[in-house]
T-cell receptor
Framework: GAVVSQHPSRVICKSGTSVKIECRSL??????MFWYRQFPKQSLMLMAT?????????EQGVEKDKFLINHASLTLSTLTVTSAHPEDSSFYIC????????????FGPGTRLTVL | DQQVKQNSPSLSVQEGRISILNCDYT??????FLWYKKYPAEGPTFLIS?????DKNEDGRFTVFLNKSAKHLSLHIVPSQPGDSAVYFC?????????????FGAGTRLAVHP
């Protein structure tokens, strides 16, 4: 149980385009989902917390207008990287908490974004 | 300000022996601690957790120990297997606006060799 999927697993795009990443909880409902970014050989950095039906909460230093988050249902959150630039190239990982459950977060497999 | 620290970037252990991964934290408000295992280009996999009201939690080959007075936790893997080779992250949870965020350590790369 507690499976989280991400799509796509890998995306290459041109500078200036927008990219949407989906995060789905497959076998549980998640009122809260989280978006992380991981740079090579570094730890996971929380970007934002996505709450179903309300606006996402962004961490300090994360641009809201650049990283658009939508959490329209209890099983789906999306992250859109708008007007992507090469410095946005990274490994993006989402996680989800089971609604009403403990603080354990279950992670998706991640999305490798490469901006040319 | 690193609130969760994993001071050993790497650890090498022989197959069959015990692996001990350590983690220190500074924030006494943390009330829930977790260990994750991560392979390259994959998301972290949840291994085991412990609440701050306990000092030990065991699940198969994995045991997590929590020393609140020292603000220290450790993950013991015994016996270690080559498939355990991965990066291990400890994480701590603290209440924040109604939902609990996880703060991750930098990770320790475990290599289990035959």
């Amino acid at each position: 149980g507690a499976v989280v999927s991400q799509h796509p697993s890998r995306v290459i795009c041109k500078s200036g385009t927008s990219v949407k990443i989906e995060c789905r909880s497959l076998d549980f409902q998640a009122t809260t989902m989280f978006w992380y970014r991981q740079f090579p050989k570094q730890s996971l950095m929380l970007m934002a917390t996505s709450n179903e039906g309300s606006k996402a909460t962004y961490e300090q230093g994360v641009e809201k207008d650049k990283f658009l988050i939508n959490h329209a249902s209890l099983t789906l959150s999306t992250l859109t990287v708008t007007s992507a630039h090469p410095e946005d190239s990274s490994f993006y990982i989402c996680s989800a908490r089971i609604a009403g459950g403990p603080d354990t977060q279950y992670f998706g497999p991640g999305t490798r974004l490469t901006v040319l | 300000d690193q609130q969760v620290k994993q001071n050993s970037p790497s650890l090498s252990v022989q197959e069959g022996r015990i692996s001990i991964l350590n983690c220190d934290y500074t924030n006494s408000m943390f009330d829930y601690f977790l260990w994750y295992k991560k392979y390259p280009a994959e998301g972290p996999t949840f291994l085991i957790s412990i609440s701050s009201i306990k000092d030990k939690n065991e699940d198969g080959r994995f045991t997590v120990f929590l020393n609140k007075s020292a603000k220290h936790l450790s993950l013991h893997i015994v016996p270690s297997q080559p498939g355990d080779s991965a990066v291990y992250f400890c994480a701590a949870s603290r209440p924040a606006g109604g939902y609990n965020k996880l703060i991750f350590g930098a990770g320790t790369r475990l290599a289990v060799h035959p």
